[in-house]
């Protein structure tokens, strides 16, 4: 069935960090004589009906009317932006996804995971309303590849999903583990250690900041002026948080995202920060928790990979 559909993609246009990450093998592009994606196909994928529009790009649609959402205090209508999308295009190599994820806090991690471990992209995650009860989150994806392998990619996404809420039908308010003591002493030492930087220690709290140069307006800038990883530690040696921000061009942030996740830190957001920089920086907030020194590991394994990135 053809249709029209009016897709906007405006937080993944604004993070830009889209770069086809490979589905599969030979990128098989199941479709009619006319080269357009089969929809139906993808459909029987995702486990969910496809529509095709007017120039062939093949939409999924999965409108989240599993919570009630509230925002300004007034009762949201799901069709009124709570619908998760997935649209297929034709692609250099199969076909490529883009698609925007409704997500609540505690579906976050789980919808992230599913998509990496699917060969997808997270290519950004932020807020679209303010004063929502609860929290809605929307983490927009991509890849590229064979149209089937992404359209099951998507559901597994999708199913990650609708477990946490099969095991809790209401968002929690707190991520998984103990809350660490927030006057807890640590050790500033290993910390730096393990980094390899000296860091500054205030109130309980260890931040260490790695600057990075760029170009703004023709005009080199730099740490100074917010182009830095800033990672803080709190809490414990045995017990602690650490939290921050990574800066990253686009090629750096799979890798990071990735390896961050492989290391238990969770991901809660990831967007510009600046317009017309050179290169265009991306930026993932990040928060986990366990012992220190071994939240201090991944974020060295981070910074790790960071470097190695094309």
């Not at 006319?34 to 120039?55: N, P, Q, V, Y």
């Not at 998760?84 to 505690?106: P, T």
């Not at 994806?141 to 392998?149: F, H, R, T, V, W």
């Not at 260490?208 to 023709?218: D, F, K, L, V």
Request: net charge neutral; with cysteine.
């Amino acid at each position: 069935m053809i249709i029209k559909l009016t897709m906007v993609f405006a937080a993944a246009a604004a993070c830009g960090v889209f770069t086809q990450a490979l589905v599969g093998g030979g990128g098989r592009m199941p479709g009619g004589s006319d080269g357009r994606l089969d929809a139906e196909a993808i459909g029987k994928a995702a486990g969910t009906k496809a529509m095709t529009a007017e120039d062939g790009v093949v939409a999924i649609r999965w409108v989240r009317d599993d919570v009630k959402v509230t925002v300004d205090k007034m009762p949201l209508k799901p069709f009124a932006g709570l619908g998760s999308v997935a649209a297929f295009h034709r692609g250099r190599r199969g076909a490529m996804v883009m698609g925007d994820m409704v997500v609540f806090q505690d579906e976050v991690t789980p919808a992230m995971d599913a998509a990496f471990r699917n060969g997808l992209e997270v290519t950004g995650l932020h807020n679209h309303f303010a004063f929502d009860e609860p929290k809605v989150y929307f983490m927009h994806i991509g890849g590229s590849g064979d149209a089937e392998k992404l359209a099951a990619g998507v559901k597994a996404i999708w199913d990650a999903i609708k477990e946490v809420r099969k095991k809790n039908p209401q968002p929690a308010d707190n991520l998984p583990g103990k809350v660490p003591e927030a006057k807890g002493s640590l050790s500033a030492e290993e910390i730096e250690h393990i980094l390899g930087r000296k860091g500054r220690a205030q109130g309980g709290v260890v931040m260490i900041s790695i600057g990075r140069e760029g170009q703004m307006h023709g005009v080199k800038i730099g740490e100074s002026m917010g182009l830095g990883t800033t990672v803080a530690f709190s809490g414990g040696d045995d017990y602690a948080v650490v939290y921050g921000d990574f800066i990253m061009t686009g090629a750096e942030v799979q890798p990071v995202l990735r390896t961050l996740r492989q290391h238990g830190t969770h991901i809660v957001a990831l967007h510009n920060h600046m317009i017309g920089e050179a290169p265009p920086f991306y930026f993932a907030h990040f928060w986990g928790k366990g012992p220190a020194k071994e939240l201090a590991q991944g974020i060295k394994a981070a910074l790790e990979v960071q470097r190695e990135a094309k």
